[in-house]
């Protein structure tokens, strides 16, 4: 009796289910239960992995009558496997068995409708995903079943349809937040590049305002449904800046895992109506040319994946240094090639000499790319500032540089350089009024909680889980939240 299908990214289970789910001993278990109970559930769990790490989505459907509180129960194939941080319920693991109650707000459950929840989690040698799963103890099958006349009590339709009624969308929660007005996304559609500027599908000039992630090989467990709910509905920021370093730890000891990680978490951005920006994050060696097979693997795969998206912008590399602009733009004329064949309208950031300084940093500046710009459409060039350190005379070149080429500061920190130091925030407030008025679109460093003041939560906070709490902002956080909160121009 057992249906089981494998989804591109996940399964979905179904196998006979059994009446019992809201009745049991002929008592009802919950005040809003329908006695004439046609019990069923569908699970779909989705996992994203990373050596020694995880992330799992769970999606749970009530294919039963009405409920008002519901624990989702499953069991770890192997031993090894851990729940760590969750969100949208409460996770208990015993041995390999899970359990996850509902919280306040999701408890409710009508029929045919679905909440989602997940937890990130660790592994130590096998990650298969769970198999089978219960609904308030009663095996998820897919399917309804009828129940029996001695347990059911009068009811207008004993059979009920699988598939969803009009009524029973699930109500909007915290973690499906349905913002005033629509989301980034929904308002300005696919982007491209209109002169200097960022542009909406319907070509108005816009400015995208959000944070960068810390390396996503280091700090995944700040990017999850949790902390992306609280930077799309409290930090109502339009752009999350996936930050995956090639080196250190990062895609190249396992492309086909970090591949998914970034995808995992530009589906965690789309369905929150925010931008993903697809960072390959070079940085040591300096010359991006020493990753172009890797970048022409990693971008064809990402490209193909992500093509019919609106959300996904690519930036190419982070910060080039040591090297010429002409061995960036040689580099960027082989890569974006590979994009564009797989995601033609998909906008390209091209990163800059000096560590994306526009070559200021490099005691030039940017008149080298206008001389001699990337031969392609549709693309913006990255600059990078750290307030402390970058001052009068970048903004100079900024300001000019701004009247000639299309930027984007994919990365900017309110302190010194090295990530660390104090806040700079009279500079930091310079800057980021000088993007304002020529709508530059910016992402800060970083959304994590990270022990370095670039850090936006303080240390402790995202396996805490919480992150609406402004006592667990740093400085920094507080300063950018407060920047990226006020209401978009779009
Ligand atoms: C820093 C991190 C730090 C990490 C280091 C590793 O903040 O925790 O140990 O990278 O390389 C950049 C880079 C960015 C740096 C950041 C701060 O793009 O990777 O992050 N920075 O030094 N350019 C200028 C500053």
Known sequence: MSLLQRLPRGRTLGVAGAVGALVAGGLILAPTVNASAAAGCRVTYTTNQWPGGFTANIAITNLGDPVSAWTLGFAFPDAGQKVGQGWSATFTQSGTNVTAKNMDYNGALATGASTSIGFNGTWTTANPNPAAFTLNGVACTGSVSTPSPTTASPSPSPSRSASPSPSASPSPSPSTPPPPGGTPLSTNGQLHVCGVNLCSQSNRAIQLRGMSTHGIQW?????????????????????????????????????????????????????????????????????????????????????????????????????????????????????????RAADPDGIVIVGTRGWSSLGVSDGSSETEIANNPVNATNIMYAFHFYAASHKDNYRTVVARAARTLPLFVTEFGTVSATGGGATDLASTTAWLDLLDQNKISYANWTYSDANESSAAFKPGTCSAGSYTNPAQLTESGTYVRNRIRTADSF
């Open 219 to 339: 700090f995944a467990s700040c990017v999850n449904g949790a902390s992306l709910d609280a930077l799309a509905g409290d930090w109502k920021a339009d752009v999350l800046r996936i930050a995956m370093y090639v080196q250190e730890q990062g895609y190249e000891t396992n492309p086909a895992a970090f591949t998914a990680q970034v995808n995992s978490y530009v589906d965690l951005a789309e369905a929150r109506g925010m931008y993903a920006i697809i960072d390959f994050h070079i940085l040591t060696p300096g010359d991006p040319n020493y990753n172009l097979d890797r970048a022409r693997t990693f971008f064809a795969a990402v490209a193909a994946r992500n093509a019919a998206k609106r959300n996904v912008i690519y930036e190419i590399a982070n910060e080039p240094n040591g090297v010429s602009w002409q061995s960036i733009k040689s580099y960027a004329e082989q890569v974006i090639p590979v994009i």
